[in-house]
Every structure is written in structure tokens, then in C-alpha cells.
């Protein structure tokens, strides 16, 4: 199982940026998915996830209407496509998969990509 995570990298505020999370080992379409993010010295935090189809999406209240949570399973790929960035931004993004239901707790994810670090000046 392994999740790839690429995309990061240095920006300016007001920049966007999109990630991104290449899946192989597991059927990818069988797993929900999620982005979480850890600002350094901080916790991770959830920032947001997509159901198995991606018909149903969820999103921290501090990223809602900023980023944009997407997948396409033929391509075994997830993204979050980030807008208007901020320096409060900057953190390393990791993407992770689920079969529970559950979705802001990491605990209930499954398997975790290394994470891709994005870093926003101001």
C-alpha cells in the first residue's frame, strides 16, 4: 500500500496550489479519502475528505470555500486544489485513506502518504 503525495512547495500569498495523492497497493475506489495538514510546531488537523465517489465532500470550517477536495478513481488520484493562500496555510499536507465512516479523526484512517509540505509567504 502506498500513497504518494506531490504538489507542494513555496508560494506567495493570494497563490493557489493544487495537490495531489497517487494511490496503488489497495482498490482506491473502495476507500474514502482525506487531507490532513500539521502547521510546524502544531497538531495535525483535518482539513477535508471525499467519500468513496466522490459524491459527498467535507471540509474544515477554516479551509471552507478556500480549498476544493476532488478524486478520480480511474486514475487512482486524489486532490485538493487550494486557493487565496495564506501564510496560516503553510503546514505539511498529508492524504489518507478510510473505510470508516468517521471522517476528522486520523484515528480512523487507514493507511497515510508521507505528505507533501507547503509553504506560503507573505
Known sequence: VQL???GG????????????C???GFTFENYGMGWFRQPPGKEREFVAAISR?????????SVKGQY???????KNTLYLQMNTLKPEDTA?????AKTNVE?????HYDFWGQGTEVTVSS
Do not use: F, K, P
Open 4 to 6: 504518494q503525495a506531490s
Open 9 to 20: 512547495g513555496l508560494v506567495e500569498a493570494g497563490c493557489s496550489l493544487r495537490v495531489s
Open 22 to 24: 497517487t494511490a496503488s
Open 53 to 61: 465517489h466522490g459524491g459527498l465532500t467535507y471540509y474544515a470550517d
Open 68 to 74: 476544493t477536495i476532488s478524486r478520480d478513481n480511474a
Open 92 to 96: 505539511v499536507y498529508y492524504c489518507a
Open 103 to 107: 471522517y476528522t479523526r486520523a484515528s
